[in-house]
């Protein structure tokens, strides 16, 4: 268990519980944070290490309480869509920006063998798209058949063609599918209408999902959480990017995966590409699930040979032996050296992903005007300040990389874990969530180009 000082008289908690482990923050009205962390309490009921936690920070049992969760696997998302490079796409990032983890894509009208191959990947949500409004609604309907019809016991958000959405409401009505019903999220080629979808895939997280996952006894916990950790995170990275008037690039490095998140203001003037029939979103994430430096320290490996990134001799051995004891501590030097290489290399690849062209005719990210680089995750809160900044130095001097580097940041680590806190405070407390993450902001240093 770890706890850090300060004092927080007449606090918000804020509570992250995660796979592995549950994360608290106590945030009294000034911005005085203290925080603490406990392994997840799967065994019993999450609710006990989160009471733990509430006991160990001075919380009473009036101090209201903020919730985020990726325990249980997180939110796993299927994507039904009516082309794969139109709707499709943009509802896969949709999902993603909504904290879920993509486990399924389908375009086109779907069969039997489609239906089966959705049954399969174990969604907890589907995401019902097609067509943008006043288009094509044809393969939209027939999909909200086949869901209707078939053995798929998940909710049903639907956020396609919006003429089509009172037809396809009562289709999926007609035989008890739990649904709900959005604006869609490409109104129009080449823009992406996030919000909607976002919410309505949180709230049917919170309403079906969440309660569901056996984690714990009752509605108390479900009646905490307010979101998946991954939506809370990109919310509190929206807020740092609005407070601090500028591009943000956050990059966290986790056991199992690697997710990078930035909010980029479009140039002003500048036009889309013609390419672009899925315009780009302000405010993204993309999850690298083959990229961990646990659960997946092979697949860094595996990513750095194709990328032709440099890895020293013993890295390949040490990332395998990894796979059968993802909770291993560096036991000396020689290790932690090692860990931080496969951080450096799974941030790398990660980012080289997130930022590159996503298609032939098609613009990179511009991640040029980026002030702020961020690095989040175990293995750099842990390690030491300065090599901990060279892994976001090499991200961000990634020449290489076929994405447009940032020109002049600044970086830092969240060492306090405090994004999440900021996105779970953003709705009822935006004066404190932005204080909070301009004390994030304030911590950063200067990257030597």
Known sequence: MTVSSGSSPRSVLCVDVGSTFTKAALVDPGGEVRTAATPT?????????VHLLARLLGAGPKTPTLACS?????????VVGYERQVTAEAGRRVALNAGGKVVHVTSGALASKGVAALRAARP????????????????????????????????????GNREAGGEVADVLQSTGRRYALTDNVLPAIGEVAPEGARAAIREAFLR?????????????????????????????????????????LVVDVGGATTDVYSVVAPEPGAERSRAEVVGPLPATRTVEAD????????????????????????????????????????????????????????????????????????????????GLVLGSGGVL?????????????????????????PRAPRSGIDEAYLLFVVGLLAGDMPELAAQLALRLADATVGVAG
């Open 41 to 49: 309490t799967h065994t019993t009921d999450v609710l006990d290490g």
């Open 70 to 78: 990726s325990a249980g696997g997180g939110l796993r998302i299927a």
């Open 124 to 159: 907890d949500i589907v995401l019902l798209v097609g067509g943008t409004d006043g288009g094509n609604s044809d393969v939209l309907l027939h999909n909200a058949v086949r869901l209707a019809r078939a053995r798929v016991a998940m909710p049903v958000v639907v956020a």
């Open 208 to 248: 079906h999902v969440i309660g569901g996952k056996g984690l714990s006894r009752g509605r108390a916990f479900a009646d905490l959480v307010r979101a998946p950790t991954p939506d809370a995170v990109l919310a509190g990275v929206e807020v740092l990017a609005s407070a601090t008037h500028q591009d943000v």
């Open 291 to 370: 990229l961990g430096v646990r659960w997946n320290a092979e697949g860094v490996v595996e990513a750095a040979r194709r990328e032709g990134l440099a890895t020293s001799p013993g890295l390949a051995p040490y990332a395998a032996s990894l796979t059968s004891r993802p909770d291993h501590l560096p036991a000396d030097a020689g290790e932690r050296d090692l860990d931080l290489e496969i951080a450096r290399l799974a941030a790398t690849a990660a980012v080289r992903r997130h930022g590159r062209s996503p298609g032939p005719g098609r613009p990179p990210r511009d991640l040029s005007r980026v």
């Open 381 to 405: 809160r842990y390690a030491d300040p300065g090599r901990a900044a060279g892994v976001l130095g090499a991200v961000s001097t990634d020449y290489g990389g076929g994405w447009p580097v």
